[in-house]
C-alpha cells in the first residue's frame, strides 16, 4: 500500500495527544532514572 500523504500532528491541533505524550515521558524517566513519576 502506498500513501500519498502523510500528516504529521506534533503539536496536538489535530488529535489530542497530550496523554499519550505523558505516558511516553513517564515511561522514559522510569526506564533511565528507576523512578516512578506521576501526572498532575
Known amino acids: 500500500m502506498r500513501y500519498q500523504h502523510i500528516v504529521f500532528d506534533i503539536d496536538g491541533t489535530l488529535i489530542n495527544t497530550e496523554h499519550a ?3 511516553s515521558l513517564q ?3 522510569k ?3 528507576y523512578r516512578v513519576t506521576t501526572l498532575g
Do not use: A, S
Open 21 to 23: 505524550i505523558l505516558h
Open 27 to 29: 515511561d522514559t524517566v
Open 31 to 33: 526506564c533511565y532514572t
